[in-house]
Structures are given as C-alpha cells and as structure tokens.
C-alpha cells in the first residue's frame, strides 16, 4: 500500500533525479549519517570501531539535520558503529523526526532493551546477521548475537519492519536456506552484501584465491530464490549486477562509460560532521565539514571510481540508472511503512 512516507520519498528521490539526469547541482534525497565510530563489538571485516572515537554532540547534530533538511534529503539513514552505545541516541531519533525524515537506523540490536523507546520514530530497521549462529559468531564475535534474535521478535511484535543484512564471504556461502528460513520465522527479509575491502571504514578483504565465477553462480542463485518468492530484501536489478561482477577482491572500480549517482542523489557524513559522496570514498576524496561548509556535489574529477560492489551503493546506483524498475523493486524490499 502506497502511504504518504512513500509519496515524500518519490518526490524527494525525483528531484533528486533529475539533478543527476540534467547534470544539476547536488540534490541528494538519501543521506546516511554515522552517529559514532564506538562500537560494542569488533566485527573482523569492520575497522569503524577502531577509528576517531569523537562524535557530533546534540546541539551540532540539530545544525547538521538543518541543513539536511534544506539539501532536500527526506531518508536519513543512521548508522555507526553502533548507534545504541550513545546513550543520547533517543535525542538524535527525535531531532531528525522533528525534521520530518524518514529515518532507517542500522544496529547489531545488542543493547535493544535499554533503549526500546526510540524505535517508535524509526521506519526501517537493518541488523546483522552473518549465516548459522557459528558463522556469525566466527565474523562477529562470541558476544555479538545476545539479544538480537529477540530483538527482532520485539521490534515484528511492533510492527516496525526488520532487514537484516548478511555480509557475503566465503565460509557462509552455504548458509542461504538457514537465513531464508531464519527469514520466515521471524518474518523479515535478509539483504546480502559482498565483503567489502580497501576502505577506511572495514578491515580485511576477500582471500586473494576466492573463485569469483562461485561467487557470481551464488548472486545468480539468490536472484532465482527472490523471483520464487523468498524473502530477499536485496532487489534483482542488484542481483544482477552482483551476478555479473568479474572481480569481487576489487570493491570499486573506475569503469568508463559508468556514472555513479554518490554525492548527487545520496550521500553520507562520518560521526564528526565530515560528508562525503559514500562511505567507500572517506578518505580517498576530500571532506566537506557540515558543520562549516555546505555540500556542493562530488568535485569534479575527484572521484576514484564509477561503478563498485559495496552493497548500499549498488541498491542506491540501481535507482538512478534504472528509476522504473528500480523504484518498484525497491518500494517492496526498502521503502516499507509499518504494516
Ligand atoms: C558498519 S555496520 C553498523 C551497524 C551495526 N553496528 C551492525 O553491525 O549492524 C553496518 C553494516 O555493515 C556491515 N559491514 C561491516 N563491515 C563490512 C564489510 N567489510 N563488508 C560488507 N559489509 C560490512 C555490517 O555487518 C553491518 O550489517
Ligand atoms: S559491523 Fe557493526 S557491530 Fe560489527 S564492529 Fe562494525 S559497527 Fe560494530
């Protein structure tokens, strides 16, 4: 059912369109924002908890929602880290609802019960889960499934939509019917990602002996199971190109002819207010400070690459360079009011 969150969002993500169609200036309707490096956890991909521990307080948060909204962003992703270890995170939900966006938060949902209340404000609720409780564990940490489970059967109780995402190595390539099946149970749907590598924000990569022709018959595999109906968040035009990706040791490549929509229809800013076009490009293109300067786009020229395998970009690259059928594809899997 179509609801007015959905129509904001349309007319956000249109304007932002045809900033990227025309070639205007940046008009992101997407922005994610990370709350904080700090994390409970250390994930053995994820290097976000061993970078600068400082974060926007509240009273530079409202500055930096401010000029979201004025941007013309409507989806404010928040993300981390792990958002829940601020403890003032409540007050950063209400800020950005007093704003009027349409708020996704991204949490291992550890410490969920401390902080039940907030999640009212929230729309979409991505978590992690890595395959079977082992391989979790193996990626995650002995500690990083408590409370998650039901955390998730909490926040389904209340109606609050739930995408869990699982990051796609090779030691839990066969846990698919456990995820899909741990899907039904707790009635969400799984977003699969690949492993993403040489960025700040994550450690580690691929082995460099992966055999990526078993990894595009994988993304193939999960392209068929979503079109028999199974609960995969991950739309089919991302399937696709993750099904056609030749080399996933390579996380972003510069491939001519290839436009990237970072920095014009969505974009992101690290816990101490600096944006850039994605979170693949901190630290490889220059910062905007929010708090000093105003986003004016990607410079031209500046970017490192054009087309890439990190999991957000992709979903978010597939709506500018397919809107129609990524749009519908999307709506079902993403862009969820509460049911
Ligand atoms: C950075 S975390 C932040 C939210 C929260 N702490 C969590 O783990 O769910 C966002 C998502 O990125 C995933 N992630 C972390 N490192 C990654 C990597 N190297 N490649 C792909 N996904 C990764 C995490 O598993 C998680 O689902
Ligand atoms: S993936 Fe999430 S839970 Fe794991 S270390 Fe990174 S921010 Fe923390």
Same mark, same amino acid.
């Given at each position: 059912? &179509? ?59 409202? *500055? ?95 109606? &609050?939509?739930? +995408?869990?995402?699982? *990051? *796609? ?14 899907? &039904? ?16 924000? +994550? ?50 490549? $510069? ?58 970009? *992709? ?10 059928? $990524? ?13």
């Amino acid at each position: 059912m &179509i609801g007015v969150d959905h129509l904001r969002l349309g007319w956000a993500f249109a304007r932002s369109l045809a900033s990227y169609e025309l070639g205007g200036s940046a008009r992101p309707f997407s922005a994610t924002f990370s709350v904080t490096n700090r994390c409970n956890l250390r994930c053995r991909y994820c290097n976000t908890p061993f970078l600068d521990p400082h974060h926007l307080n509240l009273d530079e948060i409202a *500055v930096l929602f401010r000029k979201l909204k004025r941007l013309g962003v409507v989806r404010l992703g928040l993300a981390g880290g792990e958002p829940l270890v601020r403890e003032d995170l409540g007050d950063i939900v209400a800020l950005a609802k007093a704003q009027g966006f349409w708020i996704s938060l991204n949490s291992n949902l550890n410490l969920y019960r401390r902080a039940e209340a907030l999640f009212d404000d929230v729309s979409l609720v991505f978590t992690s889960l890595d395959g079977t409780a082992g391989h979790h564990r193996e990626s995650r940490g002995d500690k990083s499934l408590h409370g998650t489970l039901d955390a998730i059967r909490s926040l389904r109780a209340r109606r &609050i939509p739930v +995408v869990a995402i699982c *990051v *796609v190595d090779t030691h839990n390539l066969d846990d698919t019917d456990y995820l899909l099946a741990l899907a &039904i149970e707790l009635d969400i749907r799984i977003h699969f990602q690949p492993r993403c590598s040489d960025t700040e924000i +994550v450690r580690g990569a691929y082995a460099d002996d992966i055999d990526n022709a078993t990894l595009r018959a994988f993304w193939h595999g999960l392209r068929e199971r979503r079109a028999a109906g199974a609960r995969i968040a991950s739309t089919t035009l991302y399937l696709d190109h993750l099904g056609a990706w030749a080399d996933f040791r390579q996380a972003a490549i $510069a491939a001519p002819r290839t436009r990237c929509a970072a920095g014009v229809g969505f974009f992101y800013i690290d816990p101490q207010g600096n944006a850039f076009p994605c979170a693949y490009t901190k630290g490889k293109v220059p910062a905007i400070n929010l708090l000093r300067d105003d986003w004016r786009g990607p410079r031209t020229g500046a970017a490192p690459c054009t087309d890439c395998a990190v999991g957000p970009m *992709v979903e978010f690259n597939t709506l500018f360079r397919h809107p129609l059928r $990524a749009v519908v594809d999307a709506a079902g899997s993403y862009a969820t009011v509460r049911r």
